[in-house]
């Protein structure tokens, strides 16, 4: 037996080099570099969805910012939240709740009129105007109240007309009700138990102004408490910022703030005469124990 030949035979068919594929030839030839993966189509759709993170974020911050633009021009312009700081609106308005106040009610010609609820700036009229708030302060408490995140400034109130220009308002007939040119108001909308004021008073209210007070008497500061001051507690009409038209929220108090006809029979001013506060009768002190 020639076993040279075997063993020449043997090492031909076990070696790498021979032209014959085996089992463990083929696995040597079919694995990869270990730079395969790094280029190639794994590499660019790694490089795809990263690029489209990036994109998906500047989206998503553009989409963000475009928002924020749109609420804070609606609510400058349109409708803005108000967030109710205290009770002298109650019951018609509680501590914490957000009426959206309506900013073109007043905008084309319309005025406001008797019984309705107005948000306005009290500076010159309720408070003496201020220095001027630092702007970057004044522009954060300006955007987050505009969006009912915060509280409203302190010289923004919201109070009920009860007289208009060329009004002649009395407290109290003999029934202890408030008179408007001479017309008893039925105010079905006080605090129960509050009386319609414990401060006597007579004026007549200036052309382009207002007089307003709060539907929780005993707890409202408002124009009584500033008879005998410059403007006279009068609100200027081009000092309101909107109507009062709708709390928006807590979700459960979701409903229009309601009409009142306590005022329908009140007749205009006879002449408009409104140049003059008009008499004062008895103290010029507030109702007592008020707030906002």
């Not at 009004?167 to 003999?174: S, T, W, Y």
Request: proline share 7%; net charge negative.
């Amino acid at each position: 037996m020639d076993t040279e030949a075997l063993h020449t035979e043997r090492d031909r068919s076990s070696a790498p080099e021979t032209g014959e594929e085996g089992e463990g030839s083929r696995s040597v030839r079919s694995a990869p570099p270990a730079h395969a993966g790094r280029s190639g189509p794994g590499r660019v759709r790694a490089a795809g969805r990263a690029a489209l993170h990036r994109l998906s974020w500047r989206s998503t911050g553009l989409l963000g910012a475009v928002c924020a633009v749109f609420v804070l021009l609606l609510s400058h312009f349109v409708i803005q939240p108000f967030q109710i700081p205290s009770g002298s609106m109650e019951p018609t308005l509680q501590v914490g709740d957000r009426v959206l106040v309506n900013k073109l009610a007043y905008r084309f010609g319309d005025r406001p009129e008797r019984g309705d609820v107005v948000v306005f700036d009290g500076r010159g009229s309720f408070v003496r105007e201020s220095a001027e708030e630092n702007p970057v302060s004044a522009f954060t408490r300006g955007a987050l109240a505009m969006v009912g995140l915060a509280e409203p400034a302190e010289t923004d109130f919201v109070k009920r007309v009860v007289g208009v220009g060329g009004d002649h308002v009395v407290c109290c007939d003999e029934g202890g009700r408030v008179e408007v040119n001479g017309v008893p108001v039925d105010e079905a909308y006080l605090h129960p138990g509050d009386a319609p004021s414990r401060v006597p008073f007579d004026i007549v209210v200036p052309q382009g102004r207002l007089w307003v007070m709060g539907d929780h008497r005993s707890r409202s500061q408002d124009s009584r408490d500033h008879l005998g001051q410059p403007g006279g507690g009068m609100v200027p009409v081009d000092r309101v910022v909107g109507r009062a038209d709708w709390i928006g929220w807590p979700a459960g108090r979701w409903s229009s703030v309601a009409r009142t006809d306590a005022f329908d029979a009140v007749p205009d001013s006879a002449g408009g005469a409104g140049g003059a506060f008009g008499g004062v009768r008895g103290a010029l002190g507030g109702p007592g124990g008020g707030d906002g």
